[in-house]
């Protein structure tokens, strides 16, 4: 059964930056696509960027564009999020996720593999 395993979350002041990462472990396949989506309470949950391994594509939210990079090692069991230029609307719990995806469909949160999240706070 595959897991998943994030870190790297903590609380910084606005304009700073983390970095997130995902470890895949235990999977029969290699998911293509790994993802991060993130909840504030009392929020949907929102999808922020995503990699899928085969074409190294990546698609971003509109929120975080030019300010988030993901990207994924090469043994495509770890993926990351660099975040910068960090706002207080930023504040969430993320969340990484895997699974064979389409491309345009990746948003939507329609996979069967979710981490325990890891919490970013942003302090105005």
């Known amino acids: 059964q595959g897991q998943l395993v994030e870190s790297g979350g903590g609380s910084v002041q606005a304009g700073g930056s983390l970095r997130l990462s995902c470890v895949a472990s235990?999977?029969?396949?290699?998911?293509?696509?790994m993802a991060w989506f993130r909840q504030a309470p009392g929020k949907e949950r929102e999808g922020v960027a995503s990699?899928?391994?085969?074409?190294?594509?990546?698609y971003y939210a509109d929120s975080v564009k030019g300010r988030f990079t993901i990207s994924q090692d090469n043994t495509e069991a770890r993926v990351y999020l660099e975040m910068n230029s960090l706002k207080p609307e930023d504040t969430a719990m993320y969340y990484c996720?895997?699974?064979?995806?389409?491309?345009?469909?990746?948003?939507?949160?329609?996979?069967?593999?979710w981490g325990q999240g890891t919490q970013v706070t942003v302090s105005s």
């Open positions: 996720a895997a699974d064979n995806v389409g491309p345009g469909s990746w948003s939507r949160g329609e996979f069967r593999y």
């Open positions: 235990g999977y029969t396949y290699t998911p293509n696509c």
């Open positions: 990699f899928y391994t085969g074409a190294r594509l990546t």
